[in-house]
């Protein structure tokens, strides 16, 4: 009976294949093996097709940080970024826990079997690659056999168990000659690199259209800048050449105080409008403000000639006229002088007013 460890699968036509890699295993097995890891993915799983369609490659592993070692995360990007532009290869990423020094892997073992037997219910695939010779994996093996499906386990000899060995159909044992080919060029290595460090467009700013829009929202708010700084500038260029005078001030309490009792006061103790201007004026040019003062507010009512409007109204309020001056004298309407208090003329005048004789006197 031929024994169903080999190097190569057996070739049958029509058959589909899926890939299940265990990304955390393969490397550690590889750096062990070989001294190296950077394995082209999409010619390592055409190997282990060996002519067969290759329908998908899923590859499993999880994110590695490290506050001692911050090169561990960036180098991994590096290489997972690599796997994203891989075509019909697909990440499934694991969590982790530290437990003393040692690192943990949680969630990746379980991901792997759920894959493995979901798609074999739904038909997927006919047979199963499973890169890895993990113990644990042994279980959901033996579930896709059950459902019909061929399992390929493919492993170095030294890492491969017992377990997953008498479960397979066929085991794929490799060796240091079995990658040959395999490896990254010294081309392939610096495009990786240069595609790590391109910049990268979140899917929040990105358009249907291809725009960045975090760019162009970045570029606008940059103009709008620009536009306010050259608008500040110039008021304030203008305000310095106008010496001020676009600038209001708003006088002390004390002085507000001071020229409400002025515009109290007498008219004849005020000073004339006139001579006010002219003393405001001199008082602005000797402190070099170049500002103008607003009048000083009045009473409804004042006496002022130049305090309401020409139709004596002032704030919508008519200015109360003084009473006509009463005098002391007559006059007469024949004559030009008015008869003085006390004379003979006037006391017959008010006589015969009275119908009394004037000849008493």
């Known amino acids: 009976m031929p024994s169903k460890s080999s190097t190569k699968s057996v070739i049958r036509e029509n058959e589909r294949v899926?890939?299940?890699?265990?990304?955390?295993?393969?490397?550690?097995?590889?750096?062990?093996?070989?001294?190296?890891h950077d394995l082209q993915f999409d010619k390592f799983a055409l190997k282990l097709a060996n002519g067969r369609d290759?329908?998908?490659?899923?590859?499993?592993?999880?994110?590695?940080?490290?506050?001692?070692?911050?090169?561990?995360?960036?180098?991994?990007?590096?290489?997972?970024?690599?796997?994203?532009?891989?075509?019909?290869?697909?990440?499934?990423?694991?969590?982790?826990k530290q437990r003393g020094d040692i690192m943990v892997e949680k969630g990746v073992d379980v991901m792997l079997a759920t894959d493995l037997i979901t798609h074999a219910y739904k038909d997927h695939y006919d047979t199963a690659i499973v890169v890895s010779g993990d113990a644990d994996f042994y279980p959901a093996l033996q579930a896709v056999k059950d459902v019909g499906k061929h399992i390929e386990v493919a492993a170095f000899d030294m890492n491969l168990s017992g377990e997953s060995a008498r479960v397979a159909d066929v085991v794929v044992k490799f060796?240091?000659?079995?990658?040959?080919?395999?490896?990254?060029?010294?081309?392939?290595?610096?495009?990786?690199?240069?595609?790590?460090?391109?910049?990268?467009?979140?899917?929040?700013?990105a358009s249907p259209n291809g725009e960045d829009k975090?760019?162009?929202?970045?570029?606008?708010?940059?103009?709008?800048?620009?536009?306010?700084?050259?608008?500040?500038?110039?008021?304030?260029r203008r305000t310095a050449a106008s010496g001020g005078s676009g600038t209001r001030t708003r006088k002390p309490t004390a002085d507000r105080g001071a020229d409400r009792a002025k515009s109290d006061a007498p008219e004849e103790t005020r000073a004339p409008a006139a001579s006010r201007g002219k003393q405001e004026t001199a008082d602005q040019e000797s402190s070099g403000t170049g500002m103008r003062r607003t009048p000083t507010r009045r009473r409804v009512g004042g006496t002022s000639p130049?305090?309401?409007?020409?139709?004596?109204?002032?704030?919508?309020r008519t200015t109360p006229k003084p009473p006509a001056l009463r005098t002391s004298t007559e006059s007469k309407p024949d004559t030009a002088e008015a008869v003085r208090v006390g004379t003979p003329e006037r006391r017959?005048?008010?006589?015969?007013?009275?119908?009394?004789?004037?000849?008493d006197e």
């Open 175 to 205: 060796n240091k000659t079995y990658f040959t080919g395999l490896w990254m060029t010294r081309t392939q290595a610096k495009s990786r690199a240069a595609a790590a460090v391109r910049p990268e467009v979140s899917d929040e700013a």
């Open 306 to 316: 130049t305090g309401g409007n020409a139709n004596g109204t002032r704030n919508g």
């Open 54 to 96: 290759l329908k998908r490659i899923y590859y499993y592993n999880i994110r590695q940080e490290s506050d001692t070692n911050p090169n561990m995360g960036v180098e991994q990007q590096k290489f997972l970024d690599s796997m994203y532009d891989t075509p019909y290869v697909e990440v499934r990423l694991g969590i982790w």
């Open 18 to 36: 899926m890939v299940f890699i265990d990304g955390s295993n393969l490397y550690h097995v590889l750096t062990q093996s070989c001294g190296r």
């Open 214 to 236: 975090a760019a162009t929202k970045a570029a606008s708010a940059r103009r709008s800048g620009t536009r306010k700084a050259a608008s500040t500038t110039s008021r304030t």
């Open 348 to 359: 017959r005048s008010w006589r015969d007013r009275l119908g009394l004789n004037t000849n």
